[in-house]
Every structure is written in structure tokens, then in C-alpha cells.
């Protein structure tokens, strides 16, 4: 039965197989190195030959001097962004679809905010830098112009995560708010109609009927962006380091890339992302568990 109905409709089996390769090849092939987090790692011996070391890597991690800074500054950069740029986008949403259809205003609004997504994080921390440049920066050369003192903004570790999320923010939004945007065409009009035939207020229509349309994709996205928490962008993090605000902007991404790529120490690095991973997942399970107890949205 089976058989007969991938015969019968094997042009839609053939669109979708691209991306299961892809997703086999380059994510479910390399699990297998994995192992690699539990031996003593030789390129000599080989994964399968390399003597085994138990949970010695892991131990070295979270016994090591810098381990809770490190994992302190991620879960504090993961949490901040998390609290800022997720409801950012469907706020951004929910004000462009009070908007009048084809305006002007709204088409502007749309391409403002969705340009920065194309601005690559080399650029992105560049523009970041130049602008906030002691002396010869815009921002500072404003503050000094207010007879305030010069600002380093990128060498004060306390400024570190504020300059990183709200340059996301900015970055972000406007693609991120693409989802809700077409969740919001996909609400009956009907439900409008009777919203303002009841009289309803601006701010009662989107209570009432904007958020409930979206609210399933916004559990959807809420559950997926809990799972990658702890995956905060090494680029542009590692971009924006300097040796100034290295305690609040080193995270493990970073951490891991220096200590055990740089150095060589492949099972070491191998066994810091799997502890960033299980954290990933366990957040992940517990994040849809509560979506499925408390909303009819969740991934499974």
C-alpha cells in the first residue's frame, strides 16, 4: 500500500529528498564522531582506535577555574536574548498589520527592518564597532558632545550583552516577524467583521483576535528557540571579544573554539558542545511538555 502510493505520487517524495539527504549527511552522519567526547582522541589511532577516557573530558570542563563564568555568560546572554528578541518580532507583526494594505508607509516600514537581515555578521560587528568607537564613534561623539565623559562601550564588560541583543534585535526582527505576519493574512476576516460590528477597540480586536491567530506559531517558534538557547551566535560574539569585556562575552561556543579547537584538543571541544547539547535538549523536552499541557500548539 505504501509502495503504491509513493509510485503515485513520487514527485513530491522526489522534492523532499534533497533535503533529507542534506539533513543526513550533515547532521545525523557526524552524531557519530560524538564518541569521539569519551576517548583520548588520536588522528593516529582513529576514532574507533583511540583509547577510551570515560567522562574524564567532562570533568576537566566543569572542574576547570572558568567554568561557571563561562557558563554563567551563556545562559545570561541566551536568557537576555531570548526576553527581548522574541517578542520583538510579533510586536513588529501585529503593529504592521494595523497598517492599511499596500501603503506606502507599511511596504517602507517592511523593507527598513528586513534589510539588515542580508548584512553579514563581519559587516554587522564592524558597523557595531565604528559606532560605538571611543572618540571617532557617532554615539560617542554625541555623549561627549552632551559634556559627558568618553565611553569605551566595547571595552566595559556590563555593556557586552545589551550591545550584542540589541544589535540582534535590530538585525532580526524584520525576518523574524515574516512568520506572523503570514499567520495574521491567515486569520478570517469574518472574525474582523464581527469584532467591529461588536464595537471592539483597536487594542481589543488584537487581544482577541490577532494574538489567538497567531498563537500557535508563536508556541512553535517559543519551543524551538528554547532548544537552540545555549547556541548563541559564535560569530558575531567572537567578533565583538576583545580582551576588556572577555568576562562577560566569553560563552562556550567561544570557549570550546579556543581551548580545544585552536589547541588541538578534539575530544575535549567534542565533549563541551555535547554538554551544550543535552542542555539544549533536556530544555527543549521540558519547554514542549509545558506547551502541550497548556496550549493544543507543540513539536510533538
Not at 560563552?251 to 579556543?258: D, G, P
Request: glycine share 8%.
Amino acid at each position: 500500500m505504501a509502495l503504491k502510493k509513493i509510485k503515485k505520487h513520487w514527485q513530491l517524495y522526489l522534492v523532499i529528498l534533497p533535503p533529507l539527504v542534506y539533513l543526513f549527511i550533515f547532521k545525523y552522519v557526524p552524531m557519530y564522531g560524538a564518541i569521539i567526547a569519551f576517548k583520548n582522541f588520536s588522528a593516529v589511532k582513529g576514532i574507533l582506535g583511540s583509547d577510551w577516557a570515560g567522562l574524564k573530558y567532562f570533568k576537566l570542563f566543569i572542574y576547570s577555574p572558568n567554568f561557571w563564568t563561562i557558563f554563567k555568560n551563556t545562559v545570561g546572554l541566551g536568557f537576555y536574548n531570548l526576553l527581548v528578541s522574541f517578542p520583538a518580532p510579533i510586536l513588529l507583526a501585529l503593529a504592521l498589520n494595523e497598517l492599511a494594505q499596500g501603503g506606502y508607509f507599511k511596504k517602507a516600514v517592511q523593507m527598513i527592518t528586513f534589510a539588515p537581515y542580508f548584512i553579514s555578521n563581519v559587516v554587522m560587528v564592524s558597523i557595531i564597532i565604528f559606532m560605538l568607537s571611543p572618540r571617532i564613534g557617532p554615539i560617542d561623539l554625541a555623549v561627549t558632545g552632551l559634556g559627558l565623559k568618553s565611553i569605551n562601550f566595547m571595552g566595559e564588560p556590563w555593556m557586552f550583552k545589551s550591545i550584542f541583543v540589541w544589535s540582534d534585535v535590530w538585525q532580526f526582527t524584520g525576518y523574524g516577524a515574516i512568520i506572523y505576519i503570514a499567520a495574521l493574512a491567515g486569520i478570517n476576516p469574518e472574525l474582523y467583521e464581527a469584532a467591529r460590528v461588536d464595537g471592539a477597540s483597536r487594542f481589543q480586536k488584537i487581544k482577541n483576535v490577532d494574538f489567538p491567530g497567531i498563537a500557535p506559531a508563536i508556541v512553535i517558534i517559543l519551543v524551538l528557540n528554547t532548544g537552540a538557547f545555549m547556541n548563541v551566535a559564535f560569530e558575531k560574539i567572537f567578533l565583538m571579544q576583545n580582551p576588556l569585556n572577555l568576562s562577560s562575552s566569553e560563552v562556550i561556543s567561544t570557549y570550546v573554539y579556543k581551548v580545544g579547537l585552536l589547541n588541538g584538543n578534539f575530544s575535549f571541544s567534542a565533549a563541551v558542545g555535547l554538554f551544550n547539547s543535552v542542555i539544549n535538549l533536556a530544555l527543549l523536552v521540558a519547554v514542549n511538555y509545558l506547551a502541550r499541557k497548556f496550549s493544543d500548539s507543540s513539536l510533538w
